[in-house]
T-cell receptor, first 115, second 113 residues
Framework: DGGITQSPKYLFRKEGQNVTLSCEQN?????MYWYRQDPGQGLRLIYY???????QKGDIAEGYSVSREKKESFPLTVTSAQKNPTAFYLC??????????????FGNGTRLTVT | AQKITQTQPGMFVQEKEAVTLDCTYD???????LFWYKQPSSGEMIFLIY??????QNATEGRYSLNFQKARKSANLVISASQLGDSAMYFC??????????FGQGTILTVHP
């Protein structure tokens, strides 16, 4: 079955450490996205990529970095510069780069806790 | 810039009754899409329904329908015959011509037996 895989489901890190969240899709989608969700809140866009080797900052990119070396993969690194990294992180993909009528398909998320 | 507003932090409905979840939006894009997602307590985001800005008819998907009023910039979700499994967080979202999907703050729906 095609889908988006995020791993791990739960991640614990010490403050000051960088951590990388994995996102892999086998839907052959061009566009991929990273969102952050805080408790009781909506989703906020961190980074997105519409094509391999290219990505753009979203609304809350500070303290995060990404890469898009393969179409299937879009890893997110939460750096020590991110002031409040504890959150639920959702990866998504879409079949069209800029078309407004395609829904985003989401992975099951990674819950990151930094202490 | 795109903005989505969901003014109902929480809603309650009796099982088998209908419920409307409100959503208003703002955008300068001439073309856009409106989406509703369901997020159960497990956290996954489930796509429910889509409405395009040029669609003449309101979208329907099973028990879900979207009441689209373009002039009022509203895209309310109607769930008919509510079920206990409908209890979840519901998000309204909009996607413009640049492809970014912008979410509202969400509405927590609780279905009572």
């Amino acid at each position: 079955d095609g889908g988006i895989t995020q791993s791990p489901k739960y991640l614990f890190r010490k403050e000051g450490q960088n951590v990388t969240l994995s996102c892999e899709q086998n839907l052959n989608h061009d566009a991929m996205y990273w969102y952050r969700q805080d408790p009781g809140q909506g989703l906020r866009l961190i980074y997105y990529s519409q094509i391999v080797n290219d990505f753009q900052k979203g609304d809350i990119a500070e303290g995060y970095s990404v890469s898009r070396e393969k179409k299937e993969s879009f890893p997110l690194t939460v750096t020590s510069a991110q002031k409040n990294p504890t959150a639920f992180y959702l990866c998504a993909s879409s079949s069209n780069r800029q078309t407004y009528n395609s829904p985003l398909h989401f992975g099951n998320g990674t819950r990151l806790t930094v202490t | 810039a795109q903005k989505i507003t969901q003014t109902q932090p929480g809603m309650f409905v009796q099982e088998k009754e209908a419920v409307t979840l409100d959503c208003t939006y703002d955008t300068s894009d001439p073309s856009y899409g409106l989406f509703w997602y369901k997020q159960p307590s497990s956290g996954e985001m489930i796509f429910l329904i889509y409405q395009g800005s040029y669609d003449q008819q309101n979208a329907t998907e099973g028990r879900y329908s979207l009441n689209f009023q373009k002039a009022r910039k509203s895209a309310n979700l109607v769930i008919s015959a509510s079920q206990l499994g409908d209890s979840a967080m519901y998000f309204c979202a909009m996607r413009g011509v640049k492809g970014k999907l912008t979410f509202g703050q969400g509405t927590i729906l609780t279905v009572h037996p």
